[in-house]
């Protein structure tokens, strides 16, 4: 490995985790001892890390000052560009907030966007130094170079040079990126998913998002119609006209707008998820509907890459205890007290017309799964699997 790159994952293992000790970090990396001591030397001269106080290492029982970053030797600023208005916080290197502002955006042009993030920045940075950088996250496409392919929220549809312009106005190096890039790097860095090298980010709420971490790298899913995935062909349509898709189905908008053709009144989120808790009676079942659909569309997301763990953000994320009181299984039945029935949802029978009772379900696995049904009539089919059998 480079000597560079080695010593860059030094100082990002650190970020993350630290303050932690020498050791921890030369087990974590595959570092031998001496190796990690000629890494981290050059480091702790330049004040990128520090030595903290003596400490006793869990591991080795021997004394060792833990390695953190210096938090106080750089600030960054992170804006977050919305429709009507643009939100902006000051950092140390671990994201703690130091300072926020924000102002209105009753203009949407590129030019009249790029001034009202120029001014946030410079109202929060005042007199000190400058930032050594600033990030800005938007909802809408953008390319490899930082360019704005499109955003939707903004009015934009052509390709628009965020970055450059505030850059131009700032002298500051700006780094411009979509805000589900942004939140699953912050997730992967500092938050749920900063001890696991591969996961995957679920956003629910005004729009669908899908974010990817393998082997400890964001990747591009190559999902960018990811909210048009169909869920069903009823439905209402979306506004690009299709019927039955992940974003006329599971964003907060169309959920309310459906318990508000189903019960006949407006709600809010907060007293359809209250229904939810009180076990109150919806029209055609119409409590258990939005979060099946949901979870389904979940369980598609995580399949396409074998993930097995998934980190739920957006504006409505208590998504996830909603499919889980939904989606309790039905199989299971209580009509013998004290003893209970299981059927796995992995494998179902269908008798042919005419035959009397139909034949008891059995799970893939079982053993008259494996040798074949001796009944020549019935129909196994598969269906996908959530639970383990």
């Known amino acids: 490995m480079d000597p560079e790159d080695s010593a860059h994952q030094v100082a990002l293992h650190v970020l993350r985790s630290g303050p932690v000790h020498r050791g921890a970090v030369a087990r974590a990396l595959g570092l031998s001892p001496g190796s990690l001591t000629r890494l981290g030397r050059p480091l702790v001269d330049a004040g990128v890390l520090v030595e903290t106080d003596p400490v006793t290492d ?4 021997r004394p060792t000052r833990p390695l953190d970053v210096a938090l106080d030797r750089h600030r960054f ?3 977050c560009v919305r429709g009507s208005e643009v939100w902006a916080v000051c950092t140390d290197l671990r994201t703690t907030v130091l300072d926020q502002a924000s102002a209105p955006l009753p203009d949407r042009s590129p030019e009249a966007v790029a001034g009202t993030v120029t001014d946030l920045v410079a109202r929060l940075v005042g007199a000190g130094p400058p930032p050594a950088g600033t990030g800005i996250a938007l909802d809408g496409r953008v390319d490899a170079a930082g360019r704005v392919l499109h955003a939707d929220a903004l009015g934009w549809r052509t390709p628009v040079d965020l970055g450059g312009l505030v850059a131009g106005r700032t002298g500051w190096p700006v780094r411009v990126d979509a805000d589900l890039a942004c939140l699953t790097r912050a997730e992967h860095w500092f938050g749920l998913g900063r001890e696991h090298a591969s996961f995957a980010v679920l956003t629910v709420g005004a729009g ?8 400890d790298r964001v990747v591009d899913t190559g999902l960018p119609q990811l909210g048009h995935l169909p869920l069903g062909g009823a439905g209402p349509r979306c506004p690009r006209g299709h019927r039955g898709c992940a974003g006329s189905l599971l964003t907060t908008t169309a959920v309310l707008a459906a318990a508000h053709v189903a019960t006949g009144a407006p709600t809010t989120w907060a007293e359809l998820l209250g229904g939810a808790v009180d076990g109150e009676v919806r029209p055609a079942g119409w409590s258990t509907t939005p979060p099946r659909r949901w ?3 979940s369980a598609w997301c995580r399949r396409r890459r074998g ?5 739920w953000a957006g504006t409505a994320p208590t998504w996830p205890w909603w499919a889980t009181r939904a989606c309790r299984p039905p199989w299971t039945s209580t009509a013998t007290p004290g003893r209970a029935r299981s059927r796995s949802p992995c494998a179902t029978r269908t008798p042919s017309p005419g035959r009397g009772r139909p034949p008891g379900p059995r799970c893939s696995g079982s053993p008259r799964a494996r040798a074949g049904s001796p009944r020549p009539d019935a129909v196994r089919r598969r269906s996908a699997c959530p639970t383990p059998c």
């Open 58 to 61: 869990p591991a080795t029982r």
């Open 77 to 79: 600023v992170g804006v």
């Open 208 to 215: 669908i998002g899908y974010g990817l971490v393998v082997d």
């Open 295 to 297: 979870a389904g569309w």
């Open 307 to 311: 993930c097995t763990r998934c980190c």
